[in-house]
Structure formats: C-alpha cells, structure tokens
C-alpha cells in the first residue's frame, strides 16, 4: 500500500537545504566574528597612534614563572621614559639616554631612524607600539573574537591572532582601547605564555617633565659601544633583538652556580681585554638552563659550561663543550665568527 505524503526524495532534499542553511550561518557568524575582530584591531591601534601621550605601569607575569614591573610614558613625537627592573629608558626628543641601574651607569645615544621601534620591542609593548609604528598589529592574521570575560570589574573583549610566530590576545574594554594582553609562544612541545595589565592607562599629554633625564648621584656616563661590547643579556629572546639589529652573532655562555669551571671562565676569561674586544664582534648572553623557565631552548645541553655560537636568528652554527683558556677560548670565536653566513 502506498503511503501518501512521504517522498525519500523530498525528505532527503529537506535535509541537504537544513545543513546547507547551518553552514552558511556558521560561515557567516565566522566572517562576522572576523570582521569585527579586525575593527577591534584597527580601532585600538588608531586610538594609541592618535593619542598625544600614552602612560602605564606594565604589570607582566609569567605563567609559572614570575612577576616584573614597568612604568610606561609616551609622548609626542618621539619622547618616550621607560623605567623596568634593570634599566631607566629616556628620550627627551634628541637623545636617548639608559641608566643600567645594576650598573650605576648610563650611555647617550642620538635619536635615530629606527629608535622609536626599537624603545617599545618586546612582548609586552606590542599593544603599545602603534603610539610610534601606527600599522604595528597589521601584520596580525587568524584574527578571532572571544567570549566577553570580566576582569576585576572591567567586561573586556578578547581578540586574538597570529604575529611574528607568536600568539597575541589583546583583551579590549568597552572604549576600544586594550586593558591587558596575553602573549603565547609554542616550542619544544610546550606553550610558554605571560599576561600584560596595563593598569592605569591613560590617553592625553603626559607632563614634560617625565621626558627629561637627570643622572642619578654617583653615575657615570659610559660610551655605548664599550658598554655594551662587555654586556650581558640573559634573555634569549632579547639577545637575538640586539643580534638582528646590529646584524651579528650570538655567545650564549650555558652555566650553573655549582660548576667550577664555570667559574674560571668568568674569572680567567671574560674580563680580559683580549676576550672584550673580539666580543664586539658578538651579542652576549648568558643562561642558567636550571634557573632560566626555557631551560636549554631545546639545544640538548647536557654539560657546563657549554658555549653555544648562534647566528642571528637564534640557530646553532658552533659549539664549544667544556673550559679552555683565553688563547683556546677566542679560538673558538674565530671558528664560530668563520661558520656565521
């Protein structure tokens, strides 16, 4: 007997139509989310780039890992102070001076082309950066909209994306400006991320004063080239920066607190003038893979001291395993400055 009212035909027509209509309003709320994640970027970096001054305190905290403080003001057109846990950063429109607060000592250096940019390079500045670079998040793909969150009262917008290999979420606040960012970046199987609040931020002209650069009691001025041929970074990240920039390798010195020969390298070798000079021709670092939350970086270190030669990106081009004297030691800068192509 027939059936009347029923067609497979039909009720297969039925339901390609009803998935056919979800996915396009699943396409569609994506495109949606996409585009108005991307006006969120735009609308931050516009309200930063068109302020007239710019003033924080960058509270970071590394997930697992500590807790640093830095005080932010910007002003117009290129005026800048800069006060983190090391180092004091001031420009005052013509100069650009650096208290090494460890140090008691301070460099002066003439504003240049790229000194702008390079006063706001790390992870935590990437949401200020547009103050001085207006198109710094445009190179921001993969954008995606999160759900609202609130935080310590403030209902803040989460939008994310990819940029310089590194995953950047800026939470926005109901004004269109970013409150707090998180910074992600995978390797070696792992996820390392770090949360920057921007408490007390504020758009409008910061007073004059806070651009002008007072040498603390007891400093002394010190030439740049010299100061920094003999410093020490113990960032990675921040050692490769300082490599790109002046486009040259990297000494990494891979140490512990209990290896003896360690010790004699720092004593024997790295305060000579011998070592100092052929050390200009290198960006320095030093890394305490027990102490330091990347470890080894995944450059299977397994004996101290060990010294890794990088190139400018950060990859391995020499090695040196073990202590050798001063004579052996720039031996081996030789080798590694002959392998940098």
Request: proline share 4%; net charge positive.
């Amino acid at each position: 007997m027939e059936r009347r009212g029923f067609s497979p035909g039909n009720n297969l027509m039925k339901r390609t139509s009803f998935y056919l209509v979800g996915a396009m309003v699943a396409c569609a709320a994506a495109a949606f989310a996409l585009q108005n994640g991307s006006s969120m970027i735009s609308g931050h970096a516009k309200a930063v780039s068109n302020a007239e001054g710019l003033s924080t305190r960058i509270i970071s905290v590394s997930v697992g890992g500590g807790r640093a403080q830095t005080s932010v003001d910007l002003g117009k057109p290129n005026l800048f102070r800069i006060d983190g846990p090391t180092s004091l950063k001031v420009s005052d429109g013509t100069n650009i001076f650096t208290y090494y607060k460890g140090q008691n000592v301070y460099t002066k250096e003439a504003m240049k082309a790229d000194s702008l940019g390079r006063a706001l390079e790390g992870d935590g500045f990437m949401a200020l950066r547009p103050f001085f670079v207006a198109n710094s998040l445009s190179g921001l793909t993969s954008i995606k909209t999160g759900t609202e969150v609130n935080r310590k009262g403030v209902i803040l917008t989460p939008v994310s994306g990819n940029i310089g290999g590194k995953k950047l979420t800026l939470y926005v606040g109901e004004d269109g400006v970013a409150r707090q960012a998180e910074v992600s970046a995978s390797g070696d199987g792992k996820t390392e991320s770090t949360i920057f609040d921007y408490t007390e931020l504020k758009l409008g002209k910061v007073d004059a004063s806070k651009f002008e650069f007072k040498a603390p009691a007891g400093s002394k001025e010190v030439d740049p080239g010299e100061f920094t041929a003999s410093k020490w970074y113990t960032s990675l990240d921040e050692a490769k920066a300082d490599a790109q920039r002046n486009n040259r390798p990297i000494l990494v010195d891979m140490y512990t607190d209990w290896c003896h020969w360690c010790k004699v390298l720092d004593a024997e070798v790295f305060p000579t003038a011998e070592f100092k000079n052929k050390a200009k021709s290198f960006t320095l670092c030093k890394i305490n893979p027990e102490k330091d939350p990347n470890k080894d970086y995944g450059f299977g270190v397994d004996g101290f001291p060990t010294t890794l030669f990088l190139n400018k990106n950060g990859q391995e081009i020499h090695r040196l395993v073990g202590f050798k004297p001063l004579d052996g030691y720039l031996g081996e800068m030789d080798t590694a400055l002959g392998k940098n192509k």
